[in-house]
Nanobody
């Protein structure tokens, strides 16, 4: 069974940076897109960013545009979320998800949680003021 494995996260001061990684547990597993979501205490889970694997195109939520960047390592089947200029309001549990069933999924569709087939465990990101 394929698992989505998340690493990274931690505690950082405002203005600092962190990098999250998301990989399929099987190197040969093919997925078509990977997305990041987050859930802050007392709030619903929200979309952060996503990337289509075929084109490398990325989509970002407005609150993180210009601060967060997605990249990928094709050989490692891994997507990275580089988070710079972190703010206290970025504090949340961050989740990674993968789509493996829709090869031509539109980038705009990746904001929806139900487009994804596999979810990784969450990782805590805490930003102190």
């Amino acid at each position: 069974q394929v698992h989505v494995v998340v690493s990274g996260g931690g505690l950082v001061q405002a203005g600092g940076s962190l990098r999250l990684s998301c990989a399929a547990s099987e190197r040969t597993f093919s997925f078509y897109a990977m997305g990041w979501f987050r859930q802050a205490p007392g709030k619903e889970r929200e979309f952060v960013a996503a990337m289509t694997w075929r084109t490398g195109s990325a989509n970002y939520a407005d609150p993180v545009k210009g601060r967060f960047t997605l990249s990928r390592d094709v050989a490692k089947n891994t997507v990275y979320l580089q988070m710079n200029s972190l703010k206290p309001e970025d504090t949340a549990i961050y989740y990674c998800a993968a789509d493996s069933s829709k090869w031509n999924i539109p980038l705009a569709a990746l904001v929806r949680e139900n487009e994804y087939d596999y979810w990784g465990q969450g990782t805590q990101v805490s930003v102190s003021s």
